[in-house]
Structures are given as C-alpha cells and as structure tokens.
C-alpha cells in the first residue's frame, strides 16, 4: 500500500487534500521515459509547436488565476493578494519563455585568419542539454515551479519535478495546464515522494542538469553527490543588507522596506532583514518601520484583508521566536513585536541594534524580522553588510549618485537595488546567490541557456 502525502493548512492545520507518494519503482520507470525522450533527437518537439504549448499554457493559467491564487495561498500562506500578484508574474513568466526561445541561438566562429583554418566556416548551434530533474521550495509554490519546469520544455529537456511536499498542489495546477495545453505527459512528470528517493532521483548518471531551490545545507549537500558530468542551479537563501545614508528619501524608502521585509512573512530568499541607517536617522528608521510594521494585518491567507500571513509551520515560527530572544538577551531593542500569534502566525518585528554575533545578525531568519543597525562610516557599515557566507541582492538609499555608484561596487551581491528594497525582481532578469546564497543564473531566459548546450560546427570546403 503506497503512503499518502497529506498537504494541509499553514494557517490553521486543516487538511486541504491527500496525495500518494511515489516508490523508487515509480521514479525509475519516470526517470527512463524521460532518458530514453532526451537520448533521442527524433523525439524532440519541434519548435513551433513547443511555443504553441507555452502560449495555450500561458492563457490556461490566466483564465484560472483566481482558482490557483486561493489553493496556493490555502497551501502555503502567503496571503492572497499576494498569491494573485505571484499568478500574474507566473503567466508573464510562461509568456517570456514562448518569446525568449527564438533568442537560443549560436555564434559565428572566424575563420581564414591563418593559413590553417583557411577554406573553413565555424558557427555553434544551442542543444538541449537532456534530463531536466527540479527540487522546488514552498514559497512561491506555483512561480518558482514555473522557473524550474517551463524552461526546459521550452528548450526541448523532459523534465521531472519534485515540488515541496508541503505545497505540491500548485505544482500539479502548473503541469495539469502544460498536458490541458497540449504537452504529452512523459515530457513533463511529477514525482511526489520522500528525500531519500529524491537523492537517489538527483545523483543518477542519467539526469543532465540539477535545478535546486531550497534550504543551502540540502543544496550544497546534494550537489556534493551529483553524477560526474550534471550541471547544476542552486538558489539558496540571503542575508539581503540595505544601506541607507542621511539624505535618502525616507518617507519613499521605507515603506517599501517594511513590504520587502514583512511580504510573506519573510519568506522569500532576498527578503529585506538587514537594514544600516546612518546613525543620525537610525532610530528613526527603526521606528517608521515599525509603526508600519505594526499597521499591517496578521492572520488568514485567504482574507481579503490580511498582508502577513503564517509561517509554514509551527517549528519555524519557535524557531523565529527563540532567535528573537537571544537578540534581545545580547542587547537588542525590540521597537514593535517580538511574540507569535497563534501557533504559526509572528508578529512583525522590527529590532535596533542586535550585536552582529547574534543569530538573527549571521543568518536568514526567514521570517517578518527587520533588524536596523547604526552606523557611523559608510565604508564600514558596507563591511558589516559583507561580513556573512551569503551575497544575494542588496540595496542602498541615497540621492548623491557618487555615493550610489561608489557603494553598488563595494556592496558584495548578485544585484544592487538603488532607492529600491531587496526584494524587487522582474522574471526576465538574471537572478541568483553566489558564495553560499547559489550557483548558476536564473531568470527565464537565463536558464533557458543554462539547459542548453553549445555545439560548434566546423565545414571545410575547397571552394570556400
């Protein structure tokens, strides 16, 4: 008898629905369909017809945006408003890959610069790069899944997915409207099972490319265990520092921190969690964040009302609050929050000056903490912002240009936001960690490129 998957509420714990695990026997078999599809290039989904696909897919999701709004907002709580703001992007995400593929394409190779590579032309073409395997996070459960899955059918990978086992229903919503579009089925297949079977899945010699979203222990730890020879993307979490200097635009900065802090409940990967005003203005800060921090609405996802939703579970909310404490213990202010509500709600919680040993300080608190430090040197506070394993995206606020070009150079990240909060993304945009925060680029059309592969051809001709 096979186990079932129980995907229940974040918010309250009710059971939303049932779901069969799958055995190694199931994933193997979906694991060779997908090989013996990859190693055959008669096989392949012609082009045209891959863009058809996209853009029905594209339409279907538009048309029942509202209905996977309310399920992923159900399974993962982040609220609705929010769920419907994640749908749309979906849709544009789904969109930009039907647009981008046209935008594969090679490079001319000179040739006839010396005498030996006379009479020859060279140019490369871009190729699938084979089986697609996707471990996805339960944060974005329905756009993420989209970044990992619709790249590679645009490319022409099949690909298995492995959503969160705590939101796969968004998952099966994407796939069920790639097969409603036109996908045959073996080209896309989801696999609901355990991290056992989940490794086994990944470090088989079979499986081309590795795309990882997730926790860095998990991330790093699978990609030690990779088959010689499979490429991987790997989005691990940050630590998001924002600079803001004396002159900048509070009254425009900081509700756009509080959202980049507080959306979600702090669950995103470049969530705003480390914010170093100028000691003239960080008090100050610290306060307007909290008031309006304070202001917003804690509680059910699926209200209308609601702006900061539940943590994903009741572990993590503890976790959160022990973090919170020990700041405190060490000599941080605690200016608004600081208690859950509930068994997996948290109050947002804005805290000036928690010592850079803290916990809260060295790692992603993943939750509706902000933290303000003081700062009395610019260069320094950039050190401080520094200082940690992660580099994701940053930002700063200044209206002085010279200061914003000089501290986007000095600020170690993959993206510097100017006058923006950490959070800002459009899915067309190259977006990924280094150091410990990932590896490789996403973005749809990054991606796209990273399931590829370049082939050069060489044609001799004595006619040439």
Not at 12 to 39: P, Y
Not at 237 to 245: M, Y
Not at 250 to 275: I, M, T
Request: charged share 25%; glycine share 8%; proline share 5%.
């Amino acid at each position: 008898m096979s186990k079932t998957l129980k995907v229940c509420s974040p918010y309250d714990g009710s059971l939303i629905s049932e779901i069969n695990m799958d055995d190694w026997e199931k994933v193997e078999t979906v694991l060779a369909v997908s090989h013996q599809l990859a190693s055959d290039r008669d096989n392949l989904i012609p082009l045209p017809k891959r863009i058809e696909i996209l853009e029905k897919t594209a339409n279907i999701v538009e048309e029942r945006a509202e209905e996977f709004a309310l399920e992923a907002a159900a399974e993962g709580g982040k609220p609705l408003i929010d769920s419907r703001v994640e749908l749309a992007r979906a849709v544009q995400g789904i969109r930009e890959a039907a647009r981008s593929v046209g935008r594969l394409v090679g490079r001319e190779i000179p040739m006839g610069m010396t005498v030996s590579s006379l009479n020859r032309i060279a140019f490369t073409v871009r190729e699938p790069i084979g089986v697609v395997v996707s471990i996805s996070a339960f944060n974005h459960p329905f756009n993420l899944i989209v970044h990992q899955v619709v790249p590679a059918i645009a490319v022409g990978c099949p690909v298995i997915v492995k959503p969160a086992g705590l939101t796969p229903l968004s998952c099966l919503n994407l796939v069920g409207a790639l097969y409603e579009a036109g996908l045959p089925e073996e080209w896309c297949r989801v696999v609901v099972c355990d991290r056992t079977i989940a490794e086994k899945l990944v470090t088989d010699s079979r499986v081309a490319f590795f795309s990882f979203i997730g926790s860095g222990e998990v991330g790093w730890g699978l990609h030690s265990k990779l088959s010689h020879g499979t490429r991987a993307a790997l989005e691990h979490g940050g630590v998001a520092p924002v600079i803001i200097e004396a002159d900048a635009d509070l009254e425009d900065a900081l509700p756009l921190l509080a959202k980049g802090g507080f959306y979600h409940a702090g669950q995103v990967c470049v969530s705003v969690q480390r914010v170093y005003a100028d000691e003239s203005i960080a008090e100050y800060v610290a306060d307007r964040l909290a008031e309006l921090g304070k202001a917003m609405v804690v509680g059910d996802p699926k209200d209308e009302k609601t702006e900061v939703g539940p943590l994903i579970t009741e572990k993590e909310a503890d976790r959160i609050d022990e973090w919170v404490k020990e700041a405190v213990d060490k000599g941080g202010t605690i200016i608004t929050g600081g208690n859950k509500i509930g068994t997996t709600c948290y109050e947002p919680t804005v805290i000036l000056n928690p010592p850079d040993d803290a916990t809260l300080s060295r790692k992603e608190i993943f939750g509706p903490v902000i933290s303000v430090y003081s700062y009395k040197d610019r260069k320094e506070a950039i050190k401080r912002a520094n200082s940690l394993e992660y580099s994701f995206q940053a930002a700063l606020f200044t209206k002085d240009l010279d200061v914003a070009i000089d501290t986007a150079n000095r600020l170690e990240a993959a993206a510097v936001m100017v006058n923006d909060h950490t959070a800002f993304r459009v899915d067309w945009m190259p977006f990924g960690g280094r150091k410990a925060s990932g590896l490789g680029i996403g973005g749809i059309l990054p991606t796209m490129e990273e399931m590829t592969e370049e082939k050069m051809i060489v044609i001799r001709s004595s006619v040439i």
